[in-house]
């Protein structure tokens, strides 16, 4: 596909990256789904309306927090937004000893990413406050876990915007919080994504969509815990655990494991089961007719100032 002012593309794991004049960038999210910086061999029907819809409510929702990259959402599943020069990190928000954080705490380590976690938690405890785990942010392979210190004293960001996105990075997750327990969930972790333009710091990419954040059910939250039962949640945990009982973590020389139409269903059904909960919308399947598709990124480009 060729859009009108071209002058790049990416395809990421997930999305395709269209530059236009080197100004904006339409994003196609599609039904690719990852697990381990790997790519899954099987898309998920209605994984890309489901993100790209949650993401572009969240940020016209946050508009008054901090400015974001987004114009318009041309399509179920793209949108059009300005391009940045993005930070090379990542800016991870936890609530709860969960995932990756619980995996390294129940190793015996009790430090994450410069982050000091106390003795004595449980899996999905509450932090006492939201704790910051930076990662990498890899183009290609894995992300890797690194601390505030280490991000400041190699230059990758500045101290002073450091800084600004942690405070940004802490009011976003806040206000996910309240907005997640008014639908009956817990926002448990996510991840934040910035770039700049000029001396302006945006917020880009997606924000509080199953593919970036971790959510429990409030109701079943104490009960399950008291019980020692797994919580149950909405987000790719699931996906992940599920690779792990078949032996895959993306480590090199494991296979991935077959993908059922059962296993397959469950995930797209999830996330349509996401969209509803967190935004009190009921989900209409679309399915996008690629001549239409054409049509409507044109138009909406052609907008463009």
């Known amino acids: 596909m060729q859009l009108p002012g071209q002058t790049n593309f990416y395809q990421g794991k997930v999305r395709d990256v269209y530059t236009i ?3 904006y960038l339409v994003m196609i999210v599609s039904d690719r789904v990852s697990a381990f910086d790997v790519v899954l061999p099987r898309t998920i029907p209605y994984k890309g309306q489901v993100l790209n819809q949650i993401a572009g409510q969240f940020l016209e929702a946050t508009r008054d927090i901090v400015p974001n990259w987004l114009i318009s959402m041309p399509l179920t599943n793209a949108s059009i937004g300005y391009k940045c020069a993005t930070f090379p990190i990542e800016m991870v928000v936890r609530g709860n000893l969960t995932g990756h954080a619980w995996r390294t705490y129940k190793s015996g380590k009790r430090k994450l990413c410069g982050i000091d976690m106390p003795d004595g938690m449980k899996e999905n405890d509450f932090f006492a406050k939201p704790i910051i785990t930076p990662t990498t942010k890899a183009q290609i392979g894995h992300d890797e876990d690194i601390s505030k210190e280490e991000i400041i004293s190699s230059g990758l960001v500045n101290k002073d915007d450091y800084l600004q996105l942690e405070k940004y990075a802490l009011a976003l997750f806040e206000h996910g919080k309240k907005v997640a327990k008014d639908r009956g969930l817990i926002l448990v972790d996510t991840k934040y994504e910035f770039g700049k333009i ?9 924000i509080h969509t199953p593919d970036s954040s971790r959510y429990f059910y409030l109701d079943e939250y104490e009960e399950r815990k008291k019980e020692g039962l797994p919580q149950k949640q909405l987000s790719k945990e699931f996906l992940r655990e599920w690779l792990i ?15 059922t139409d059962e296993i397959v269903g469950q995930i797209s059904e999830r996330y349509i089961e996401l969209y509803e909960v ?6 209409i399947k679309q399915d996008i007719n690629p001549e239409e598709e054409m049509k409507k990124l044109e138009d909406a480009i052609k907008q463009l100032k």
């Open 245 to 259: 009982e078949n032996d895959f973590q993306g480590r090199p020389g494991e296979q991935i494991p077959t993908m």
């Open 198 to 206: 000029g001396d302006t710091i945006y917020l880009i990419d997606e």
């Open 278 to 283: 967190v935004t009190g919308k009921t989900f």
């Open 21 to 23: 004049a080197e100004k």
